[in-house]
């Protein structure tokens, strides 16, 4: 039998989920949980899409750097285009990356063309971000806290918040499907609960 093309797109996804929060909110960990609660789903570690770049990539510091920032914007198109690619072919699409300023935010808004965008910040405090920093294998040499205000004053009124410092993972992937209203396959339907659901719908 002669192997032929078939067709990629099927019925699309219900939209997809941005994850944010400062380094050290559990952002990744939390993004392979939710996306494993799916069907079909990917899980896009926009951090990743950096390492793509062989020669000339240059990663945010905290010091001013155009170049870096023109990368972020990079990467976060590149996140998009696959988001939109995962969508349309039915897998929803899971984005965890660090959004703390209203341009990235509006941008990744401008660039997700298919379906809701779901946008949730993770939020455990910087405190508590430096300490799970601390705890883990792959530590950072940078000390990032000081995004925590800079996000909790661009970001006020952005998405859905959650508060996980006191969270398990599970717990914490509970918090964002109740917030976006998203459905699993292993989860009842909740009652009144729908896509924009959660403390900011309007801008979910």
Do not use: C
Request: charged share 25%; net charge negative; aromatic share 6%.
């Amino acid at each position: 039998m002669a192997w032929s093309e078939v067709a990629v797109d099927i019925e699309p996804a219900a939209g997809a989920v941005l994850l944010s929060g400062i380094p050290g909110s559990g952002k990744s960990t939390v993004a392979a949980a939710l996306a494993a609660r799916f069907a079909a789903s990917a899980h896009i570690e926009v951090d990743a899409l950096q390492d793509l770049i062989v020669s000339g990539g240059r990663r945010p510091a905290p010091e001013r750097d155009e170049e870096a920032d023109r990368q972020i914007f990079l990467r976060a198109r590149n996140a998009a285009l696959l988001a939109d690619s995962f969508v349309t072919a039915g897998f929803l699409p899971v984005l965890d990356d660090v959004v703390v300023r209203r341009a990235h935010i509006d941008f990744y808004r401008r660039r997700i063309a298919v379906g809701p965008l779901h946008f949730v910040v993770l939020a455990p405090g910087a405190a508590k971000a430096w300490e799970r920093n601390l705890a883990r294998d792959k530590r950072l040499t940078t000390d990032w806290s000081f995004l925590d205000t800079a996000m909790r004053t661009e970001l006020a009124g952005e998405g859905s918040w959650i508060d996980n410092a006191e969270l398990t993972v599970e717990e914490t992937v509970e918090a964002v499907l109740a917030a976006t209203g998203l459905v699993t396959p292993n989860s009842p339907v909740p009652n009144g609960i729908g896509p924009g659901a959660g403390p900011d719908a309007d801008r979910s």
